[in-house]
């Protein structure tokens, strides 16, 4: 199956040689989510409940992009579970620098693919917890 999408999404390159055409695209987003705890001094990474991992499909040492919507900062960092109905968003080491608590961030994972991809992305409230799908 695969390959015979691969073969149908083609471009040609500079060569002439048709070739697959792959792009990174979003798959999943946890919007406007709320920094509750950050520790310059930590190893590095991002905290985040896994109830609201488990509903964009991010998976723990995933590298996601954030974007901070109160300054404007953007990192990226990888994924640690917190506990699970905690709403815990949690950055950590040189990143945070980059935010402050109760900030609103969101939470960005991307996908490599031939293919348009329906992303999963959830709105949550001021404590973390999920409201709906957008």
């Known amino acids: 199956m695969l390959k015979s999408r691969l073969s149908m999404r083609k471009v ?20 406007r989510a709320t920094v509750t705890e950050r520790h310059p001094d930590y190893v590095g990474s991002i905290v985040v409940d896994p ?3 488990k509903k964009t499909d991010i998976w723990p040492g995933e590298k996601v992009l954030i974007s901070d919507a109160d300054n404007g900062a953007r990192f990226e960092t990888y994924i640690f579970e917190g506990k699970e109905g905690s709403g815990i968003i949690s950055v950590n080491g040189g990143a945070a620098h980059l935010v402050r608590e109760g900030d609103k961030v969101i939470i960005m994972s991307f996908e490599l693919t031939d293919h348009p ?18």
Request: glycine share 4%.
């Open 12 to 31: 040609e390159d500079i060569n002439g040689i048709d070739t697959p055409r792959m792009r990174f695209v979003l798959r999943g987003k946890i919007h």
């Open 51 to 53: 109830l609201l991992l």
């Open 117 to 134: 991809i329906k992303p999963k992305v959830i709105i949550v409230d001021e404590k973390n917890r999920y409201v709906r799908d957008a």
